[in-house]
């Protein structure tokens, strides 16, 4: 049952440390994605990577937040300093594409951050 | 106005019926459009994905898009309560890329 996990589940953390959340994609699939979800905004794309290469980052915060893929199965997003609007549900998303959009994706279950 | 317009809900339907839930968008150049089905503390999974207008069906399921009145519509006949969960719409531009334009969510609840 092939599935996107991401660590942690859950973090609380106070303002100022910094926070590394990472993912594991589908074996095979070459795009992933990093969402977050906010009560507020809704689902918002951070960024995304296709075949470890960096495509967008416009949707992060450039000063505090970073997305890398150091190999195939790793994708992290990091967030330095956290602050506290920065609490909510981060998601990874994983599918396939060779060129293009990518419309069918998977999901993880996503990080609930908090900064207090 | 926000791009992409949901009534957020709750809707509580009994079992069996059917179920209508809609979003309106205000740019005429959006023409990909999806559902997302979301259970409580889970990631968002797609369940339909359509171009451009028309209908699709997929078992229970049919995804209807009305480019003209800047609506789409998904139904879901013979509701269950395992349908009990947020739905989300999404949408996309030919320029927007992976930029999807996400709805708020309906709050779909499935009585026994």
């Known amino acids: 049952d092939a599935r996107v996990t991401q660590t942690p589940r859950h973090k609380v953390t106070e303002m100022g440390q910094e926070v590394t959340m990472r993912c594991q994609p589908i074996?095979?699939?070459?795009?992933v994605f990093w969402y977050r979800q906010t009560m507020m905004q809704g689902l918002e794309l951070l960024a995304y990577?296709?075949?470890?290469?960096?495509?967008?980052d416009s949707g992060m915060p450039k000063d505090r937040f970073s997305a890398e893929m150091p190999d195939a199965t790793l994708a992290t997003l990091k967030i330095q300093p956290s602050e506290p609007r920065d609490s909510a549900v981060y998601f990874c998303?994983?599918?396939?594409?060779?060129?293009?959009?990518?419309?069918?994706?998977?999901f993880g279950p996503g990080t609930r951050l908090t900064v207090t | 106005q926000k791009e992409v317009e949901q009534d957020p809900g709750p809707l509580s339907v009994p079992e069996g019926a059917i179920v209508s839930l809609n979003c309106t968008y205000s740019?005429?150049?959006?023409?990909?459009f999806m559902w997302y089905r979301q259970y409580s503390r889970k990631g968002p999974e797609l369940l339909m994905y359509?171009?451009?207008?028309g209908n699709k069906e997929d078992g229970r399921f049919t995804a209807q898009v009305d480019k003209s009145s800047k609506y789409i519509s998904l139904f879901i006949r013979d509701s269950q309560p395992s349908d009990s969960a947020t739905y989300l719409c999404?949408?996309?531009?030919?320029?927007?890329?992976?930029?999807?334009?996400f709805g708020p969510g309906t709050r779909l609840s499935v009585l026994p």
């Open positions: 999404a949408m996309s531009a030919a320029n927007y890329g992976q930029n999807f334009v």
């Open positions: 074996l095979g699939h070459n795009t």
């Open positions: 740019n005429s150049a959006f023409q990909y």
């Open positions: 998303a994983s599918g396939f594409s060779t060129t293009g959009v990518t419309y069918e994706q998977y």
């Open positions: 990577f296709r075949n470890r290469a960096p495509l967008d």
């Open positions: 359509t171009y451009s207008s």
